[in-house]
C-alpha cells in the first residue's frame, strides 16, 4: 500500500506562491494515477474539491479554478509529486491533500473522491488578500 506524506503549506499573500510537494513511498506508486484535491474552511470531507491530475505517462488535467494558475508535476525517480501554485487568491485557501488515484480510461480528468485509493494527511494553505 502506498504511503502519502505532503509537505510546503503556509501562508502566503494573494498573488504569492508556494510550491506543495507530495512523497510517496510503500508500494509502486507509478501504478496509479495522482492528484491534488482541496478541501475549503468549513467544507466537509465530501466536499473535497479536485484540483489536477497527472497520469502515469505525465498527461495532466486541471480544474477551471486553477487553470493557468497551478502546475502538477511528478519526479518518478524521487517518487515525488508537485503541485506549483501561482497568483494564489484568498479562495485558495484550506487544506491541500495528495492522492493517489485508480486510472481512468481515456486520459487524466476531474479526480473524484471515490476514485482515490490513498490520501495523504494533508497541509494548511492559507491566502490572505
Known amino acids: 500500500r502506498v504511503h502519502l506524506v505532503e509537505s510546503g503549506g503556509g501562508s502566503v499573500q494573494a498573488g504569492g506562491s508556494l510550491k506543495l510537494s507530495c512523497v510517496a513511498s510503500?508500494?509502486?506508486?507509478?501504478?496509479?494515477?495522482m492528484g491534488w484535491f482541496r478541501q475549503a474552511p468549513g467544507k466537509e470531507r465530501e466536499g473535497r474539491e479536485g484540483?489536477?491530475?497527472?497520469?502515469?505517462?505525465?498527461?495532466?488535467w486541471y480544474a477551471e479554478s486553477v487553470k493557468g494558475r497551478f502546475t502538477i508535476s511528478k519526479d518518478d525517480a524521487e517518487s515525488t509529486i508537485t503541485l506549483l501554485m501561482d497568483n494564489l487568491k484568498p479562495e485558495d485557501s484550506g487544506v491541500y491533500y495528495c492522492?493517489?488515484?485508480?486510472?481512468?480510461?481515456?486520459?487524466?480528468?476531474?479526480?473524484?473522491?471515490?476514485?482515490?485509493?490513498?490520501w495523504g494527511q494533508g497541509t494548511q494553505v492559507t491566502v490572505s488578500s
Open positions: 484540483l489536477a491530475t497527472i497520469n502515469k505517462v505525465g498527461r495532466t
Open positions: 510503500g508500494d509502486t506508486y507509478i501504478n496509479y494515477c
Open positions: 492522492a493517489a488515484l485508480f486510472c481512468t480510461s481515456g486520459g487524466p480528468s476531474i479526480p473524484t473522491i471515490p476514485s482515490v485509493a490513498v
